[in-house]
């Protein structure tokens, strides 16, 4: 037996605990809630990302200068490019977010980014660590919310996938133990299940909605997922009004394509890698990962994003300019509403809907027989400034 092998592995797992029980501390003395509206000026960075995210982020700042632009010329709002997240200048530094780029990112208490490139084995880029995943790190982004809504189909979910644990939290730290042991760590924390799932309760609260979900398999990963569904139930003890159940992450993939029961489901919590998949899945319903956006919240941060990678392919066979722009001006939609300008939010929402899911007057293929991105942002903007905006949507999903 390779004793050396062994000793080297616990000196290692010993050191990502030490890294983990000091991140414990911080994450407990954290400062609470930041506070938007008492931000003068706000300031809202946009992260352009690499491959298709350079065009679709072009587009969704386009949206959002021209919904803000009362707030930019008052000066109340301003929106800025932070350069330098792209995977050329990542792999150059050997690192996943640069020193420079990172000292910028925190000057913004929110952004809007593109996607970025991951990576993995193989690869022409170094093996780096996905920067999605390092900046959530950095600036504790714990909660990455999902909503998917299909109108028409009574679907309304949203996702509240845990973001800085499970097997992300020490995705990059694993072991090649010996020449036939590889291992991965999955690390759940009380601290961090808890406040991810009281998020998922404090939504339904606001929002009047009745159930609240957890997803896990704690049926077979009896540890950490065991954990994280026992400070659920916890936690729902404190909202008594709300109906609170669990599924195990196999059956629920099979029950959201169930067309007679997905509908019942309203908020669901889950650790970070179920919420990867399950999202993806419960985003194609909708019409496509192209069309859902996603929040990174944090106390203090906040970031916005488009579920999908960069599709560096569709840049290379020089499509980019078909890339679909909608994941990432969901996105601003959530961020406008998330940042207190809920009303110019829900207005980007239904007309995503409209342009997306009902008309369909143009439709984005990803290649020439479609339109372009920005072809189909003037038309989602049309619809935003379209006075009767709200009747039309509300035609739509009644009719
Ligand atoms: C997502 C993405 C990322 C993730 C990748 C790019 C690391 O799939 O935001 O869902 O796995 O979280
Ligand atoms: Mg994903």
């Not at 090649?176 to 760590?185: E, L, R």
Request: proline fraction near 4%; charge should be neutral.
């Amino acid at each position: 037996m390779d004793h050396a092998a062994i000793n080297r592995a616990k000196e290692h797992f010993g050191k990502l605990l030490e890294a983990q029980m000091k991140r414990m501390e911080k994450v407990k003395a954290a400062p609470d809630w930041i506070d938007y509206a008492k931000l003068s000026p706000l300031k809202i960075g946009i992260l352009a990302g690499d491959g298709i995210g350079v065009y679709i982020a072009a587009q969704s700042k386009r949206v959002l200068e021209f919904l803000l632009k009362d707030e930019v010329k008052s000066g109340r709002v301003v929106i800025n490019d932070i350069e330098g997240l792209t995977i050329e200048n990542r792999a150059a530094h050997g690192c996943a977010i640069p020193a420079d780029v990172l000292e910028e990112i925190k000057k913004y208490p929110v952004t809007l980014k593109g996607p970025t490139t991951t990576p993995r084995k193989g690869d022409p880029w170094p093996n780096i660590e996905s920067c999605n995943v390092a900046v959530r790190k950095e600036l504790d982004l714990f909660a990455n919310v999902r909503p998917v809504r299909i109108p028409k189909q009574g679907i309304d979910w949203i996702f509240f996938r845990e973001n800085t644990e499970d097997l992300y939290a020490l995705g990059s730290n694993g072991i090649d133990v010996d020449a036939d042991i590889s291992i991965d760590f999955k690390l759940i924390t009380g601290p961090g299940s808890d406040r991810i799932c009281r998020l998922a309760f404090e939504n339904a609260k606001k929002n009047g909605r009745k159930r609240v979900t957890c997803v896990t398999k704690a049926n077979v990963v009896k540890t950490t997922d065991g954990r994280f569904l026992e400070n659920f139930y916890r936690i729902a003890k404190e909202y008594p009004g709300i109906e609170a159940d669990d599924w195990y992450i196999d059956i629920m993939t099979a029950k959201l394509v169930d067309e007679k029961r997905r509908r019942d489901f309203q908020v669901l919590v889950l650790p970070n890698l179920y919420g990867d998949i399950l999202t993806d899945e419960a985003a194609e319903m909708q019409g496509g990962v192209g069309t859902a956006g996603s929040a990174n919240i944090g106390k203090q941060y906040a970031m916005f994003e488009a579920i999908h990678g960069s599709a560096p392919r569709m840049v290379t066979e020089g499509r980019a300019q078909y890339a679909d722009p909608c994941s990432m001006i969901r996105a601003a939609a959530m961020l406008l509403s998330h940042i207190g300008y809920t009303d110019i939010g829900k207005k980007l929402e239904m007309a995503l809907d409209i342009t997306g899911q009902y008309e369909k007057k143009m439709v984005i293929t990803g290649r020439a027989t479609g339109v372009t991105g920005e072809t189909f942002t003037d038309y989602v903007m049309d619809w935003v400034k379209n006075p009767k905006l709200k009747d039309a949507w509300e035609g739509y999903v009644k009719g």
